[in-house]
């Protein structure tokens, strides 16, 4: 069975992600897509209210299985178009880890910081100062397949550049060259170290 391929759009809250994945599902024709978003797997969660450590521990097996979720879609064949926010090394390391790296097309999201606070203030439903506080953390690995600024194009824009990449992903891809360079030499599970990495 062939894997699926996986587009993964990293970037702040507010930075678009979403409206270019809901394009791509547009314009894609070349297979069956499917959007997995890190908020909808956070919205699956019970209400209930958490202490900060009981709510630290429920986010961080939140993420480890929106990333295995991934990988065991794009394993049967699925198409997925990923919505995340790599905010935390781990995160990073954990996708490097389990998702086929030869089959991700790393796309970088930017958007512009006064953008970004205006974007939030529109929506009412971020912590003010939530995409500033992510906006040098997402981004700090520094190798994407392709990036986006949705501070000076659009969605569709940003989609259809997707689009025409796909079908000739780079090779070696960028998650292979981070895997290369954060995974290939050590042993340790990468949840255990990343506070002993530097992504920069």
């Keep these: 069975m062939t894997s699926g391929r996986i587009i993964f759009l990293n970037g702040t809250s507010s930075s678009g992600k979403s409206s270019i994945a809901r394009e791509l599902l ?7 897509f499917f959007h ?22 429920a986010l961080r097996r939140t993420r480890m299985g929106f990333h295995r979720s991934i990988a065991a879609m794009a394993e049967v064949g699925n198409d997925i ?19 086929p790296h030869e089959d991700v097309l790393f796309v970088g999201v930017h958007c512009q910081l006064d953008e970004l606070a205006r974007r939030e203030l529109a929506r009412g439903d971020r912590p003010p100062g939530l995409a500033t506080h992510q906006y040098d953390l997402v981004h700090a690995h ?15 824009e940003c989609a259809q550049r997707i689009k025409e990449l796909l079908p ?3 090779n ?14 050590s042993q340790e599970p ?3 170290k990343h506070d002993l990495l530097d992504l920069g």
């Design 26 to 32: 547009d314009i894609l024709d070349d297979g069956v």
């Design 36 to 57: 997995l978003a890190v908020d909808s797997f956070n919205a699956m969660r019970s209400k209930r209210e958490l202490g900060a450590e009981e709510l630290d521990a």
């Design 81 to 99: 178009v990923v919505d995340h926010v790599l905010s935390e090394p781990w995160r990073l390391l954990d996708c490097l880890t389990v998702l």
């Design 142 to 156: 520094g190798d994407y397949d392709l990036e986006c600024d949705t501070s000076t194009a659009g969605p569709r």
């Design 168 to 170: 000739d992903r780079p």
């Design 172 to 185: 070696p891809t960028a998650f292979t060259r981070l895997r290369r360079r954060h995974l290939m030499d």
């Design 190 to 192: 990468p949840t255990a």
